[in-house]
């Protein structure tokens, strides 16, 4: 998810009708809370399901509200929301950063640390130059302070406008978020390099995910994101022009190549390409058909294919029932990873600054 810019998201199953996507939609979501009951908070003692029930009980209907009206004025944005949270998790602090802060209060993870604008923040490091989607959290989080001043924190906004923002095509949420989390102080670009690269192969993929706590189906599933949004050429241009034009990368479709060389026709092209190639605007399970037939846009959905355990994990998840259970777990489980909760942290009241008390 590194060195791409996602885009957009709408409902590939229209063609019964409202009474044929409202059975789709019921199939979906009851696969999904059947497969969810069980120990999803044991891991991480600090979060909760309806955690602001008391303290802003329409938290939900306010991210939602805002989420889906700007999602409905800009179909790019639910795959710009979604590499937005994976962005923020995927951080890994440096090992002789701040001695003197508690190691509990300098976790980095999942603490809306990437929203953050000071000097030589995450935001200004190179994987982060294209990541977009802030002002969705600016709107929602402006509404939340109106009606519950200091309680929600940025963190939580991520997680939830990032679920809504993919579950706007069904009309329904496709996943149920632990909440409670609570915002970091401290952003650094030199702390992403825990994001993994386009360019990396199976090995390199699963140790990042591992670095995070997540495992092989955690990985395969989450590359499942790359069923919706754009790439940039710089991307892709090394598996098509390995020293000259027609040297492309052997674990490349030669036609799917060429669909390629002509959004990004030199090396040096700029501009983007569809991550997948069939479905680009709608999350669904085409992205792990394309990745079986020589047709993932990078080099690391290749990479999927390079490891038999792998292999058979993304042939599972070409059925779109199982992709969507998957993908609902294991984003909860990377919304999970070091995340600030009970006292450590602060509740930010504006997500691009820390409190100054």
């Not at 710009?80 to 802060?101: A, G, I, Y």
């Not at 090995?203 to 790359?226: E, I, K, P, Y």
């Not at 999350?283 to 990078?298: A, H, I, P, R």
């Amino acid at each position: 998810m590194v060195g791409r810019q996602h885009a957009a998201a709408g409902s590939r199953w229209r063609g019964g009708g409202g009474a044929a996507a409202a059975w789709w939609v019921a199939v979906v979501l009851g696969h999904l809370v059947a497969s969810a009951r069980a120990g999803l908070l044991e891991t991480n003692p600090g979060l909760a399901y309806n955690f602001y029930q008391k303290s802003c009980p329409s938290v939900d209907s306010i991210v939602r509200s805002v989420t889906w009206a700007q999602v409905a004025a800009n179909p790019a944005l639910p795959a710009r929301l979604l590499r937005l949270h994976f962005h923020d998790c995927f951080v890994k602090q440096s090992e002789h950063q701040h001695p003197f802060v508690s190691f509990t209060e300098d976790k980095q993870g999942c603490d809306a640390s990437i929203l953050l604008d000071n000097a030589q923040s995450e935001k200004t490091a190179g994987p982060n130059l294209s990541v977009g989607g802030y002002e969705v959290i600016d709107a929602i989080k402006a509404q939340l302070e109106q009606a519950c001043p200091g309680v929600v924190s940025c963190a939580d906004i991520l997680a939830l406008a990032a679920r809504d923002a993919v579950s706007y095509q069904f009309r329904a949420s496709l996943w149920q978020v632990e909440t409670g989390r609570r915002d970091g102080t401290v952003s650094l670009a030199s702390n992403t390099g825990a994001l993994p690269s386009p360019f990396a192969g199976f090995a390199g993929l699963l140790q990042s995910f591992q670095n995070r706590g997540l495992n092989l189906t955690d990985l395969v599933a989450l590359s499942g994101a790359h069923t919706i949004g754009v790439a940039s050429c710089s991307s892709v241009t090394p598996r098509l022009y390995q020293g000259n034009a027609t040297n492309v990368d052997p674990l490349l479709d030669a036609a799917y190549a060429k669909t390629l060389m002509s959004s990004c026709p030199s090396s040096a092209a700029s501009g983007t390409v569809n991550l997948d190639g069939g479905t680009a605007a709608k999350l669904d399970s085409s992205y792990f058909t394309n990745v079986l037939n020589k047709q993932g846009t990078l080099a690391s959905d290749a990479a999927l294919t390079q490891n038999a355990a792998a292999a058979q994990m993304v042939q599972d998840l070409t059925n779109p029932i199982k992709f969507y259970a998957a993908f609902s777990m294991s984003m909860k489980k990377m919304g999970r990873v070091e995340v600030l909760t009970g006292t450590s942290g602060q509740i930010r009241k504006q997500c691009r600054q820390v409190n100054s008390s």
